[in-house]
């Protein structure tokens, strides 16, 4: 499980980063330190998203 967990953490980390982007830019917040924020939210909330779509996978 931890290696598909890692797979779709690659995945999911960088569509919340890409979510994330997107919004701070529509805001209007375009300094460094605004999407380097987004990027960091990404990584970090990638992880329990890919946990619960990996036991999802796993459960059938």
């Excluded at 598909?4 to 701070?24: K, P, Q």
């Excluded at 605004?34 to 990638?46: E, Q, S």
């Amino acid at each position: 499980m931890f290696r598909l967990t890692l797979l779709l953490h690659a995945i999911a980390s960088t569509v919340i980063m890409g979510i994330g982007i997107v919004a701070a830019l529509t805001l209007g917040f375009v300094s460094a330190k605004a999407i380097v924020i987004a990027i960091i939210a990404g990584l970090v909330l990638g992880w329990p998203i890919a946990r619960l779509i990996a036991k999802e996978l796993l459960k059938e």
